[in-house]
């Protein structure tokens, strides 16, 4: 059994869709979204970019299930580092009867 | 030299480690070693972008108000740039994998040649922040950070700071710590990049990589993504989080 090889018209199709979003997301940061959705759209033209990257270009997508496991340990400690950290900066207004 | 003669089979190629059963094995064992080391390179740029999120969430203000000092369209060639690197690098793989030496080598030259091309421009970037005052604290003790402030009613100066509302020059400078810590590493990555892909080019020039043994290829192409995917968050986050104050 040998690698699998990317056929080339897979990298231009890639290739293409990574300019695309560039293009698309300075578009998008000159309108004011409601609810302050910017960011949001920002970062969500980003991630699907950086999946693409992932998937295609870093072959992921054809790789053995233990590079799978990770990819997707990386981002599970990711999750834990982003939720436990905010979770304690973002809520610690809520407390009334905070002194000092 | 007689016995290894014998054994170059199918299992026998010259660069197979003999702790490796086959070339498929040892190719396989690279990539996940490598993918390993980027999962500490993840965690390493999470923590600043973790950073970045709670300060940005302390003065959101003065982080939109410094963002829209920084040049958009130099922000966008250089994401450009990158991106057109990443794609010749993948390319380069793709060459390397199907045995065609000319295009392999042509492609790594161009990805290197995009990579200095970006730091370059990042130098531009960087001189207009000195030139500004923008450069944080006193890391430069002869050129402290001290920007001018836009007064309102005066004539408009692109080189002065444009506060929004709640927005502090205290603050400001906050931004520009991260800022320049953020794209700082991630230029450090590029320079270690571009040293990696020299290297690549003079053992692909002397005909070193082959269908069967371009790990170093393929696994420098990895980190070479992996810079790049770190900058498509750079970008928006740094350049474009305050323009729609201004324009919306």
């Known amino acids: 059994m040998s690698e699998h090889i990317v056929p080339v018209r897979v990298y231009f199709a890639i290739f293409a869709a990574l300019l695309v979003g560039t293009a698309l997301t300075v578009f998008a940061a000159f309108f004011d979204f409601p609810w302050r959705l910017n960011t949001v759209v920002a970062l969500s033209i980003a991630t699907v970019k950086a999946t693409l990257v992932v998937l295609y270009f870093m072959h992921v997508r054809y790789s053995i299930r233990l590079v799978w496991v990770i990819v ?6 990711m999750g834990i580092l982003f939720a436990l950290t905010l979770s304690d900066y973002f809520t610690r207004g809520w407390l009334s009867t905070q002194t000092g | 030299m007689a016995t290894h003669a014998t054994t170059q089979d199918a299992h026998g190629h010259p660069a197979l480690q003999h702790h490796f059963e086959n070339m498929e ?13 980027l999962v500490t390179e993840i965690m ?8 970045y999120t709670l300060y940005r969430n302390l003065y959101p203000a003065a982080f939109a108000s410094a963002s829209n000092h920084l040049d958009i369209t130099l922000g966008a060639v250089n994401t450009a740039v990158l991106i057109v690197s990443s794609f010749t690098m993948a390319l380069a ?10 295009p ?3 492609c790594l030259g161009l990805t290197l040649i995009l990579g200095l091309t970006f730091l370059g421009i990042k130098a531009v970037e960087y001189h207009d922040k000195y030139e500004d005052h923008l450069i944080p604290g006193r890391l430069l003790p002869w050129n402290p950070f001290n920007p001018g402030v836009q007064e309102e009613g005066q004539p408009v100066d692109h ?22 810590a953020m794209t700082g590493m991630h230029a450090l990555h590029m320079i270690i990049g571009a ?17 069967e043994y371009h790990s170093p290829v393929e696994v420098i192409g990895l980190y070479w993504h992996f810079v ?18 201004l324009h919306g």
């Open chain 1, 72 to 77: 997707a340990s990386a981002l599970f400690w």
């Open chain 2, 25 to 37: 094995q040892q190719r396989e064992a690279g990539t996940l070693g490598m993918w390993v080391f």
């Open chain 2, 44 to 51: 390493f740029f999470g923590g600043m972008f973790l950073a």
């Open chain 2, 93 to 102: 793989v793709y060459f390397t994998q199907i045995g065609k030496l000319r």
């Open chain 2, 104 to 106: 392999q080598v042509l």
């Open chain 2, 159 to 180: 080189h002065k700071l444009h506060l929004l509302p709640g927005a502090t020059v205290k603050n400001v400078e906050m931004f520009y710590w991260i800022y320049f």
């Open chain 2, 195 to 211: 040293g990696l892909l020299m290297y690549l080019l003079i053992f692909s020039l002397r005909g070193r990589f082959d269908p």
């Open chain 2, 228 to 245: 790049d995917i770190v900058w498509i968050f750079l970008f928006p986050l740094l350049y474009l989080l305050g323009r729609h104050y």
